[in-house]
């Protein structure tokens, strides 16, 4: 199973923030899942199964 088991979870939760209106979280989780892949890559020199296939862009970050 390794460590992409995360990538998964922030994913869910970052579902759930998009269906709830939620920009701001959902862009910090945009921002934990590429933290989270780096990790996991680095760890096991690969993501062993975990890709996004819900990935859309979201809205800018507030700073932007």
Known sequence: MGHD???DVLA????????NDMPLLSAQLDDAI??????VVKKNGSLTHW??????PT??????
């Open 34 to 39: 590429l933290a989270a892949s780096v990790e």
């Open 12 to 19: 869910d939760v970052r579902s759930f923030a998009r269906q």
């Open 59 to 64: 809205e800018p970050h507030p700073a932007d």
């Open 51 to 56: 890709h996004d296939p819900a990935a859309t």
């Open 5 to 7: 088991w995360i990538i």
